[in-house]
T-cell receptor, first 109, second 114 residues
Framework: QKEVEQDPGPLSVPEGAIVSLNCTYS??????FMWYRQYSRKGPELLMY??SSGNKEDGRFTAQVDKSSKYISLFIRDSQPSDSATYLC?????????WGAGTKLIIKP | DTAVSQTPKYLVTQMGNDKSIKCEQN?????MYWYKQDSKKFLKIMFS???????INETVPNRFSPKSPDKAHLNLHINSLELGDSAVYFC?????????????FGSGTRLTVV
């Protein structure tokens, strides 16, 4: 079992929809969680981070961590075609990053 | 004003050749990394250097040898290239103790071995 699991998709939704991207993780010791976004033929870029459980909002993006169920979510409101990318969830394990495989998101105009 | 730059962007070479990829960061970070992203898009850490000292050395064939001349540069040399080495190689940097700052990645080097 991988330590951080994501459905690879692709997930295809119409423009303007609310998108929910999810991850599960296995190690209850993880405390820092991040979402990276990777456009085609580019390197990943940090989108958001959260510490422990709870929500964090940044514009149209909300990251949520539920430590009791070891579940990480990223919500995108009013999705735009420019949000089309691969989204990678990441856990920080003692300063080493444990990467999910990424979910490919396609926003249709 | 590129933060993490790696060269070349594309590399096509024959099996058995030796090649190098260079990486430089101008962010003042103390830690640099090499990642391999395979055809399934899975990112796998290969090496990490903190202030020129090797701190992560994952199970990678010893044909791969990193070198960090200073904390702003991390190069990757690959000997006797094999077909399975074809992938995108990403360089990244971070400030080791800044957990929330994240990693800054370069745009990748797409290596094709023929």
């Amino acid at each position: 079992q991988k330590e951080v699991e994501q459905d690879p998709g692709p997930l295809s939704v119409p423009e303007g929809a609310i998108v929910s991207l999810n991850c599960t993780y296995s190690n209850s010791a993880f405390q820092y969680f991040m979402w990276y976004r990777q456009y085609s033929r580019k390197g990943p870029e940090l989108l958001m981070y959260t510490y422990s459980s709870g929500n964090k909002e940044d514009g149209r993006f909300t990251a949520q961590v539920d430590k009791s169920s070891k579940y990480i979510s990223l919500f995108i409101r009013d999705s735009q075609p420019s949000d089309s990318a691969t989204y990678l969830c990441v856990a920080d394990s003692n300063y080493q990053l444990i990467w999910g495989a990424g979910t490919k998101l396609i926003i249709k105009p | 004003d590129t933060a993490v730059s790696q060269t070349p962007k594309y590399l096509v070479t024959q099996m058995g050749n030796d090649k190098s990829i260079k990486c430089e960061q101008n962010l003042g970070h103390d830690t640099m990394y090499w990642y391999k992203q395979d055809s399934k898009k899975f990112l796998k850490i290969m090496f990490s250097y903190n202030n020129k000292e090797l701190i992560i050395n994952e199970t990678v064939p010893n044909r791969f040898s990193p070198k960090s001349p200073d904390k702003a540069h991390l190069n990757l040399h690959i000997n006797s290239l094999e077909l399975g080495d074809s992938a995108v190689y990403f360089c990244a940097s971070s400030q080791l103790t800044d957990r929330v700052g994240g990693y800054t990645f370069g745009s990748g080097t797409r290596l094709t071995v023929v």
